[in-house]
């Protein structure tokens, strides 16, 4: 059967973080997008 998704598709980059607090976590991620 043929896919119509590649076998390897390319990673996309991605960063990310985590800020903790006593009251508050707060997380962002960030791409090329």
Not at 1 to 30: K, L, Y
Request: aromatic share 0%; glycine share 6%; proline share 12%.
């Amino acid at each position: 059967m043929t896919s119509i998704t590649p076998e390897n598709p390319p990673m996309p980059e991605v960063a990310g973080g985590v800020d903790t607090h006593q009251d508050t976590h707060t997380a962002a991620m960030i791409d090329s997008v």
